[in-house]
């Protein structure tokens, strides 16, 4: 979405990573996380501007829920604790 974004600006782009997300486990996940290129230097400042303003408008899921397990905080569409695997409570 973000590089096609950029794409239509006119910006010239990459995504690094893309498809190395099946080495996560054998390599640190810093290496093959997925990154947004700009290959232009002189692209760099309207980019971000771009990438800014689309941030802005996008919508904030203020509805947590905070597991009563081991207190990690979860988004509202998740109904299951990751990290301890314990149920959303009931409203």
């Known amino acids: 979405m973000r590089k096609e974004l950029l794409e239509q600006a006119g910006i010239q782009c ?6 190395s997300s099946g080495l996560a486990g054998e ?6 996380f997925p990154e947004l290129w700009v290959l232009q230097d002189q692209d760099y400042d309207h980019a971000r ?3 800014e303003e689309e941030t802005e408008l996008l919508p904030i899921n203020q509805d947590f829920w ?10 509202s569409q998740f ?13």
């Open 14 to 19: 990459m995504i690094k990573n893309q498809r």
């Open 49 to 51: 501007q771009l990438l």
């Open 27 to 32: 390599i640190p996940f810093v290496e093959i």
């Open 66 to 75: 905070t597991c009563p397990g081991c207190g990690e905080r979860h988004e």
């Open 79 to 91: 109904g299951v604790c990751w990290m301890c695997g314990q149920e959303k409570p009931s409203p």
